[in-house]
């Protein structure tokens, strides 16, 4: 866009030189082009700039603390995957849980409590349901 920009100002600075003054065009013209190229890309540019901003991903730790529910018939310290929701955005996760018969199964909240790196998963542990009337 820049050159674009730059190169029609040339051009057209060239050509009004031309016809005032029969000679190459003035160094003025050539810097006068690079400052107005650059300002006319700048504003050409600006209704697309949010089709280029970067969006940063989660860390992992930004995700411990978060409630998941379990997507697998069951989760142990070698099998498990999970649905968590962090602001709007629904992620599948692989979990694990080395707690013997925690009860997580499909449907269930777990709550995301470390990154095991060697298993490349979240350690979960198993967030008490609560009952409506107290039992």
């Known amino acids: 866009m820049f050159a674009a ?3 029609a100002v ?3 600075g060239a050509l009004a030189a031309r016809l005032s003054v029969p000679r190459s065009p003035p160094p003025a013209t050539w810097a006068a082009a690079v400052l107005l190229g650059a300002l006319g890309a700048r504003v050409a540019t600006r209704p697309l700039e ?3 901003r970067v969006a940063h991903a989660r860390s992992r730790e930004a995700l411990l603390g978060e409630a998941a529910e ?3 018939g069951r989760v142990d ?3 498990g995957q999970a649905r ?3 602001d709007g955005d629904e992620l599948l996760v692989q979990v694990r849980c080395d ?3 925690t ?3 499909r449907g269930a909240e777990a709550l995301v409590v470390a990154f095991d790196p060697r298993r490349e998963a979240f350690v979960v542990e198993a967030l008490p349901t609560t009952h409506p009337h107290g039992g």
């Open 5 to 7: 920009c730059a190169f």
């Open 10 to 12: 040339a051009v057209g």
């Open 50 to 52: 949010p089709l280029f």
């Open 70 to 72: 379990i997507t697998t």
């Open 77 to 79: 310290a070698r099998f």
């Open 84 to 86: 968590l929701t962090v």
């Open 99 to 101: 707690q013997p018969d």
């Open 103 to 105: 009860g997580l199964r």
